[in-house]
């Protein structure tokens, strides 16, 4: 039976950060530190840490029911992402093009590499605020919050072991060029591509101007080729999702394993009756995963 798990509450560089599962860790020892594994949840867009908190506190509890004592200790960090939540600014900023938001893009992106950047601060004051610890990192997130994790997996190589991007996209140009043209069919690798060649509308700039392309084509480039080999990966998708289509991470987790020579250390699950949702389906899978993940006997 999964344990009831405690939340503590702390502000750490003026982000107001939640804790589950510090009262179930074994007792410090700075001479011999237990190992610890701690995930970082980041939400999705128009959505709070309440909604990430329901999805993390279930996979807790699928992951207790599974690892029987046999994985690693499990806490989960939590807080809203940049302009959501508590930390909400211009509700606006968080519309999409179709709603009016000529910035939908910048505005987006920004949030999300804040928050991974919160995510990375918050990563390494742990340690401090609770020695006796090793700490080993781990990223889940949900929609704008599996972008999150691709992006928090290059930002801090050498301080992540693995991430768990649900319904989310390692090529977030290609996500949004795609709709920005309100393509029918889908185009990847838009990453590869130069400003010039993007065609785009009259009009068009405005919502994804060069300098912001340039911006964003870097980092999706550096997922692509320069995704760290250390860093596991288990990628959920819904095989009906019209929002964030499969087809992005179906081609980034072919490249993954043909680069890695096969092996299991990129996993794809699609929920075959999923459209851009978690399911309960995910959840089980995600807390298996992570019990034979952080599996020590």
């Not at 992402?81 to 968080?94: W, Y």
């Not at 910048?106 to 995510?119: L, T, W, Y």
């Not at 996993?267 to 020590?296: N, P």
Request: glycine letters at 8%; a negative charge.
């Amino acid at each position: 039976m999964a344990p009831i798990v405690d939340r503590t509450t702390r502000t750490i560089g003026g982000v107001k950060v939640y804790l589950y599962g510090l009262g179930q860790l074994p007792s410090p020892d700075i001479s011999s530190p237990p190992s610890v594994a701690v995930c970082y949840l980041f939400h999705g867009r128009g959505q709070t840490k309440e909604y990430i908190e329901k999805i993390g506190l279930r996979i807790l509890e699928s992951y207790f029911s599974n690892c029987s004592g046999r994985s690693l200790p499990l806490i989960m960090v939590n807080f809203d992402m940049r302009n959501h939540g508590e930390r909400l600014i211009d509700t606006e900023r968080n519309n999409d093009w179709s709603q009016g938001n000529i910035t939908h893009a910048i505005d987006m992106i920004s949030n999300i590499d804040g928050s991974v950047d919160d995510a990375c601060l918050i990563s390494n004051m742990l340690p401090g605020l609770y020695p006796g610890y090793v700490f080993r990192n781990l990223a889940l997130g949900v929609s704008m919050g599996g972008h999150a994790c691709y992006r928090m997996a290059v930002r801090i190589p050498d301080n992540i072991e693995c991430i768990i991007p649900i319904i989310g996209s390692p090529d977030v140009s290609s996500l949004l060029i795609n709709r920005l043209k309100e393509s029918r069919e889908l185009t990847l690798n838009f990453r590869r591509l130069s400003y010039e060649d993007l065609k785009l509308k009259s009009g068009d700039s405005e919502k994804w101007p060069e300098s912001f392309h340039n911006y964003v084509t870097k980092q999706d480039y550096k997922i692509s080729e320069n995704f760290p080999n250390h860093v596991k990966v288990l990628a959920l998708c819904g095989e009906l999702d019209k929002l964030v289509p499969k087809a992005y991470t179906e081609e980034w987790v072919e490249e993954m394993q043909n680069a890695r020579a096969g092996g299991d250390s990129v996993t794809l699950y699609i929920d075959k009756e999923a459209g851009h949702q978690t399911t309960d389906r995910m959840v089980e899978v995600v807390g298996q995963w992570l019990s034979d993940f952080l599996r020590v006997y």
